[in-house]
């Protein structure tokens, strides 16, 4: 049966379910519209500065949103939130699904199969846009899980203004499938590779739900 999933305590301001890690981001931008709105009734400067701070404070929670989510079933389900990018046959066999995350989608990655964490790899390079073929050089954590289906690989990518990819859990933890793993800031992209014989469900172009939109098919 689907699951609703939950993980360690996360932020919450303003009754907004928020993403862990959102808090150094998050809080300054909240308390500087506060401020704002504050003083705006004595002053024309402060007045004018609300309307942007309070604007950029509304997409900061917005952006850092973590909603819960009813699991799906499936051997394979999305890591992430987006839209499916490219859909690639890989020389060892593997297919690789990626996935463009744009700033208006939860950008909190999940677990594509329950399984445990055997490596966790961050590996420095540049920052270009994640749509853009030479984000595969990104700024980029690589993990790999050890599951049903045998050795998984799912890579964060950050993008242009992703600058931040954090991770929730280390590398021997067992995790169930739609456990939240990690987190990109900003905008991004997710790819998974599929073993070998596995068939693909998806389309480029298609959105995806992470922890709900199943990426496999029997």
């Not at 004595?42 to 699991?71: C, H, N, Q, Y």
């Not at 990109?184 to 068939?199: A, K, N, Q, T």
């Amino acid at each position: 049966m689907p699951h609703s999933q939950t993980s360690a305590p996360r932020d919450s301001l303003l009754g907004v379910r928020l993403a862990r890690g959102a808090s150094p981001w998050l809080l300054p931008t909240v308390a500087t519209a506060a401020l704002s709105l504050a003083r705006a009734r004595k002053s024309g400067r402060w007045a004018a500065a609300a309307v942007p701070t309070t604007a950029l404070a509304a997409g900061m929670l917005w952006f850092f949103r973590d909603p819960e989510r009813e699991i799906a079933q499936g051997r394979v389900i999305s890591p992430a939130d987006g839209v499916v990018q490219s859909i690639m046959p890989w020389k060892d066999g593997r297919t690789r699904v990626a996935i463009f995350m744009s700033p208006l989608n939860v950008h909190v990655n999940r677990a594509p199969l329950a399984g445990t964490v055997t490596s966790v790899e961050h590996i420095p390079g540049g920052f270009v846009p994640a749509f853009n073929k030479e984000s595969e050089n990104n700024e980029r954590v690589v993990w790999h899980f050890d599951t049903e289906l045998g050795d998984i690989e799912m890579v964060q990518i950050a993008g242009a203004v992703a600058r931040r990819i954090v991770p929730y859990v280390p590398a021997g933890t067992k995790v169930e499938q739609g456990e939240r793993i990690g987190l990109i800031r900003f905008g991004s992209r997710v790819d998974i590779y599929l073993p070998e014989g596995v068939e693909v469900a998806v389309e480029v172009g298609q959105a995806t739900t992470a922890g709900v939109t199943r990426i496999d098919r029997d």
